[in-house]
C-alpha cells in the first residue's frame, strides 16, 4: 500500500516505522529537513521537506497514487488543509487527521466530504484518556480494550499465586463458570507465546490474555486474580491535554489531585475543572508529593510531556506507596525497558492510536484493529463475508479454518437481523449474540470475528483467510 505521511513527530514518525516493516511504500512530509534525515537513516521511507498544506509539496509526495493520507502534524488546521486538497487536486481515496481540538471535534460536519474532507479524524489524546479511564475501571488488568463497538472485551491480567485458575488447565474456566462462557485468547510466560489450549496449565507469572462478554469480564478476571479495590483516589503528574481531559472524565468518581508546573496553566487547569484539586509544582519534588499524601493514592498516572519526568515520579510514587502507578512514555525503549519494572503501566501514546490506520491498511474488511505487547502482537475484529462456495471462514467450524499456528479466534459477534449494518453503524440491540468461539463453532456471513494473532507477521494469512474470492459480487 502506497501511504503518505504528514508530520515526522514522535506519532508520524513511529507510524512511519512501524508500517514501512509491513513492506508499505511510504513517504513523510516535514518541516525539519534534520529530522526527515535521521529517520530515512533508520527506516527505508522516502521524505520531502516542506509545508504539509501546499499543493506544489504534497505533488512531490506522489499522491495522486496514495491509498492512504495520514496527516499528523502539530497543526490541527494544516491536516485539515491537507486533507481537502488530497480529496480536490489527488482525489486520495482514504484521508486520515489527527485532530486535537475539542472544539472541532465537538463538530463533525466540518469532517464532512464537502467541507475538509476527513475520513477519519483521530485525537490521540482522546485515545489515550479512554484507555487510561479503562484501566481505572479495572485496577487489576495490564490492558482493556473493546470490539464491536463495547459488545466484547479483551483483557490481559498477570496471574498470582493462589488464584482459583492457577495450577489447573485452561479447561478448568468451563468447569468452575458454567453460567458465565468466556475463552482464553493468548498465554504468555516470561515473555514468550504458548499456544492456549484447553490442556494448558496457567502459572503464577503468566501474562493471560481472556475475552469475554463485556458485562461478563470482571466475574472473568476473578478467575485469574484477586480483584483489588475500586479506585476512589487518584494523582495525575501533568495537566496538558491528556492530563486535563483524564481529570475531566473521572473527577465526578473519584477524588483527583492534579500536579502542573506551570502558574499560568495551573490557574486555567483549575477555572476548567469542577471537583478536581489543582496543585502548582513539579512532579518529581518529593516533597510535594509528601506534603500531598501521595502514599494513601490508589493510583498515580505520569502524563507530563518528558518521559524522564514521567519515569522518575512514578519510580518516586511506587516508592513512597501508591498501590498502581501508570507512566505515559513516548519513547518506546523506554517502554520495554519499563515494562516488567518497578512502574506497573507504560503506556505508549502511538500504540494507542495505530490501532485506527492498521484498521485501515489491513486487507479484507477489518473492523477494528489492537495493537499489543508494544506492537507485537494485535487483535482484529474482521468482517466475514460470502458464502462457503466463495469464502474460507463462511460456513465452515472454527476446527475447519486453516488458521496459522499462533492465531486464535475468540469470539464472534453475530447480528439478528439487518445483517451487518447495526454493528457497522456503532449500534446494537440485545438479539445481537455473543459467542465465545470454540472447536465447533460455525462462522456465518456478516459475523464479525475477533482474532488474537501472538505475532504480527501473522496478520497477512489471516487477512487472506477473510477475502472473498474474486467475481461473488
Do not use: W
Not at 26 to 32: A, C, L, M, P, Q
Amino acid at each position: 500500500m502506497k501511504i503518505v505521511i504528514l508530520g515526522a513527530g514522535q506519532v508520524g514518525s513511529s507510524v512511519a516505522e512501524n508500517l514501512a516493516s509491513e513492506a508499505n511504500d511510504i513517504t513523510i512530509v516535514d518541516t525539519n529537513a534534520d529530522r526527515l534525515r535521521d529517520l530515512q537513516d533508520r527506516v527505508d521511507v522516502r521524505t520531502v521537506c516542506g509545508n504539509a498544506a501546499h499543493p506544489a509539496i504534497l505533488e512531490q509526495t506522489g499522491l495522486e497514487d496514495a491509498d492512504l493520507l495520514f496527516a499528523v502534524t502539530q497543526s490541527d488546521e494544516t491536516n485539515m488543509v491537507a486533507c481537502k486538497l488530497a480529496s480536490t487536486l489527488f482525489n486520495t481515496p482514504t484521508k486520515i487527521a489527527r485532530i486535537r481540538s475539542a472544539d472541532y471535534l465537538s463538530h463533525p460536519e466540518i469532517f464532512s466530504r464537502e467541507n475538509f474532507a476527513v475520513d477519519v479524524p483521530i485525537c490521540p489524546e482522546q485515545l489515550l484518556t479512554d484507555y487510561i479511564v479503562k484501566l481505572l475501571e479495572f485496577p487489576e488488568a495490564l490492558q482493556v480494550l473493546e470490539f464491536a463497538h463495547g459488545r466484547v472485551s479483551l483483557a490481559a491480567v498477570r496471574a498470582f499465586p493462589g488464584g482459583p485458575l492457577v495450577g489447573h488447565p485452561i479447561s478448568y474456566l468451563r468447569t468452575h463458570m458454567p453460567q458465565i462462557d468466556a475463552r482464553v485468547a493468548a498465554v504468555y510466560r516470561q515473555d514468550a507465546p504458548i499456544a492456549p489450549e484447553g490442556s494448558t496449565v496457567i502459572e503464577a507469572g503468566d501474562e493471560v490474555f481472556i475475552i469475554a462478554a463485556t458485562e461478563n469480564l470482571r466475574g472473568v478476571m476473578r478467575e485469574l486474580r484477586r480483584m483489588d479495590k475500586p479506585v476512589k483516589r487518584v494523582m495525575l503528574g501533568g495537566g496538558g491535554n491528556i492530563g486535563r481531559r483524564l481529570a475531566k472524565a473521572i473527577e465526578d468518581k473519584c477524588e483527583v489531585k492534579i500536579i502542573e508546573f506551570g502558574k499560568a496553566s495551573a490557574e486555567r487547569l483549575a477555572a476548567d475543572l469542577t471537583r478536581a484539586l489543582v496543585l502548582q509544582g513539579d512532579v518529581t519534588d518529593e516533597e510535594l508529593l509528601e506534603a500531598e499524601n501521595i502514599g494513601e493514592m490508589d493510583v498515580y498516572c505520569a502524563l507530563t510531556n518528558d518521559d524522564e519526568d514521567n519515569i522518575m515520579s512514578a519510580l518516586l510514587a511506587k516508592r513512597m506507596g501508591v498501590r498502581k502507578v501508570i507512566a505515559l512514555i513516548t519513547r518506546s525503549a523506554y517502554v520495554n525497558l519499563l515494562q516488567e519494572g518497578r512502574i506497573d503501566i507504560a503506556i505508549s501514546p502511538m500504540q494507542s492510536t495505530i490501532g485506527t490506520l492498521l484498521a485501515r491498511v489491513r486487507r479484507g474488511d477489518v473492523a477494528v484493529v489492537h495493537s499489543l505487547r508494544r506492537g507485537a502482537a494485535e487483535a482484529l475484529e474482521l468482517v466475514a463475508h460470502g458464502d462457503a462456495r466463495s469464502s474460507q471462514v463462511v460456513g465452515r467450524r472454527i476446527e475447519e479454518i486453516d488458521l496459522p499456528k499462533g492465531a486464535t479466534i475468540g469470539a464472534i459477534v453475530r447480528q439478528r437481523n439487518t445483517a451487518g449494518a447495526r454493528i457497522a453503524a456503532g449500534e446494537h440491540d440485545t438479539e445481537d449474540q455473543v459467542i465465545m468461539a470454540h472447536h465447533d463453532t460455525m462462522i456465518e456471513a456478516d459475523d464479525h470475528v475477533i482474532v488474537f494473532v501472538v505475532n504480527k507477521r501473522m496478520v497477512p494469512r489471516v487477512e487472506k483467510l477473510f477475502q472473498v474470492s474474486a467475481g461473488v459480487f
